[in-house]
């Protein structure tokens, strides 16, 4: 079955920093992958998401991620964070192409932004 | 208006109530989904229901049953509620074919 791992359950940053947030998959087959921003007392949005193709994905927000296939890992990226970016993040995978899409979440990462 | 809308928002409850959390979808998509929210566990599977005939067990379903009304309509039951169902819930849809997934603002539920 697949899983997702998030290791980091809590990122402290300062504003204008660079952060990655760490994603790492398990599946014997292909997958999509994503990522979910939560902000406080909101539900979720999609950030960016890979499907096919790069595997440098860019998101909203100034978000990229990338598709490692030989380590397995769909790291979140961010050249410079704001104050706004502190939410919880959501990495999700889910498996199959023609088949059900179920989505199957990390743990999460809380990013917290500080001045 | 939202693309999944979840009602209530906020619920409070005793041990031992019957409690329906109630979705509805504009997007026209025959796939729609019930999670969990838990601090430190992610979002995890109740339920999900690929077309109004097919409704399938997640890794979560104990305690839990759904019914779907209609394409649009898919909604979740506690039927007997405990304290550690207290948790958020989100209801969502799904279109495969563009990898996309939505989410309603979920739903918070206290069991006291």
């Known amino acids: 079955a697949q899983s997702v791992t998030q290791l980091d359950s809590q990122v402290p940053v300062f504003e204008e920093a660079p952060v990655e947030l760490r994603c790492n998959y398990s599946?014997?087959?292909?997958?999509?992958l994503f990522w979910y921003v939560q902000y406080p007392n909101q539900g979720l949005q999609l950030l960016l998401k890979?499907?096919?193709?790069?595997?440098l994905v860019k998101g909203i927000n100034g978000f990229e991620a990338e598709f490692n296939k030989s380590q397995t890992s769909f790291h979140l990226r961010k050249p410079s964070v704001h104050i706004s970016d502190t939410a919880e993040y959501f990495c999700?995978?889910?498996?199959?192409?023609?088949?059900?899409?179920?989505?199957?979440f990390g743990t999460g990462t809380r990013l917290l932004v500080s001045p | 208006d939202a693309d999944v809308t979840q009602t209530p928002r906020n619920r409070i409850t005793k041990t031992g109530k019957r409690i329906m959390l109630e979705c509805s979808q504009t997007?026209?998509?025959?796939?729609m989904y019930w999670y969990r929210q838990d601090p430190g566990l992610g979002l995890r599977l109740i339920y999900y229901?690929?077309?109004?005939?097919?409704?399938n067990k997640g890794e979560i379903s104990d305690g839990y049953s759904v019914s779907r009304q209609a394409q649009a309509k898919f909604s979740l039951s506690l039927e007997s509620a405990i304290p550690n169902q207290t948790a958020l819930y989100f209801c969502?849809?799904?279109?495969?074919?563009?990898?996309?997934?939505?989410f309603g603002e979920g739903s918070w539920l206290t069991v006291v």
């Open positions: 890979y499907l096919s193709g790069s595997t």
């Open positions: 999700a995978v889910s498996v199959g192409n023609t088949g059900f899409q179920k989505l199957v």
């Open positions: 997007k026209g998509h025959d796939r």
């Open positions: 229901s690929f077309d109004v005939k097919d409704i």
């Open positions: 969502a849809t799904s279109d495969p074919g563009q990898g996309a997934t939505y």
């Open positions: 599946s014997s087959v292909s997958v999509y």
